[in-house]
């Protein structure tokens, strides 16, 4: 009883130093993101990076490879805020079109599917399913939250929900509160990016 309290205490503490950086900087990145902040790309390379290794040896195989494609998406959201809008403008917040929502949902089925069955019968991954649905929600999620889609804090919330568990039964404790409270963070982000496209989307009022 004794060793098993001491166990999960330290895990709780973290398993080690690197993931209680990584899940700083995670929760900076996604702050910064919910502020509309470009500073949110530049954070997110880094805990991404840090991820890498953390995923890795909790044999999370497919969330690992997804840091490599964070950090590239990073790089290209970074350039896309910055000149992506009319005439390389600053992008502003606008509503997902009905077209990305089809290829959103026809991407999460078919990579779900794909990596599930690659991961559960190639490797010794833990729970290849879930672990390759969060992945493709997440690639979802990061696309829409590049292009300044409103909509990419609901897709958050949805895989924050799922990882939250799935983070907890790995003992990765420290970084499943870290996904709890990303699920209050993505509210906020919608609450504040749904008033920031009203404003884009309202009519300029000519100056007397």
């Known amino acids: 009883m004794l060793t098993s309290l001491y166990e999960f205490w330290t895990s709780a503490a973290g398993n080690t130093p690197l993931?209680?950086?990584?899940?700083?900087?995670g929760f900076a990145c996604v702050w910064l993101a919910a502020r509309e902040s470009l500073w949110n790309?530049?954070?997110?390379?880094?805990?991404?990076?840090?991820?890498?290794?953390?995923?890795?040896?909790?044999?999370?195989?497919?969330?690992?490879?997804?840091?490599?494609v964070f950090i590239a998406l990073s790089l290209y959201g970074w350039y896309e805020w910055l000149y992506g809008g009319t005439r390389r403008s600053a992008l502003v917040v606008?509503?997902?079109?009905?077209?990305?929502w089809v290829g959103i949902g026809v991407g999460i089925v078919a990579f779900t599917t794909l990596s599930g069955?690659?991961?559960?019968?190639?490797?010794?991954?833990?729970?290849?399913y879930w672990d390759s649905f969060t992945t493709a929600g997440s690639?979802?999620?990061?696309?829409?939250?590049v292009r300044k889609r409103l909509e990419n804090w609901l897709?958050?919330?949805?895989?924050?929900?799922?990882?939250?568990?799935?983070?907890?039964?790995?003992?990765?404790y420290p970084t499943s509160g870290l996904y709890a409270v990303y699920l209050i963070l993505a509210g906020y982000g919608y609450v504040e990016w749904r008033r920031a496209a009203r404003a884009a989307a309202a009519p300029a009022i000519p100056a007397a």
Do not use: M
């Not at 993931?19 to 900087?25: C, D, G, I, S």
């Not at 690639?139 to 939250?145: G, I, R």
């Open 19 to 25: 993931e209680w950086v990584a899940v700083v900087t």
């Open 139 to 145: 690639l979802a999620a990061q696309y829409l939250l």
């Open 94 to 100: 606008t509503r997902t079109r009905p077209g990305e």
């Open 41 to 68: 790309f530049p954070v997110a390379i880094v805990s991404c990076g840090l991820y890498i290794s953390v995923y890795h040896s909790a044999q999370l195989y497919s969330d690992r490879n997804l840091q490599g």
């Open 155 to 172: 897709l958050w919330i949805l895989v924050d929900i799922i990882y939250v568990p799935i983070l907890w039964y790995k003992e990765l």
């Open 117 to 128: 069955y690659y991961l559960g019968h190639y490797t010794d991954a833990a729970l290849p």
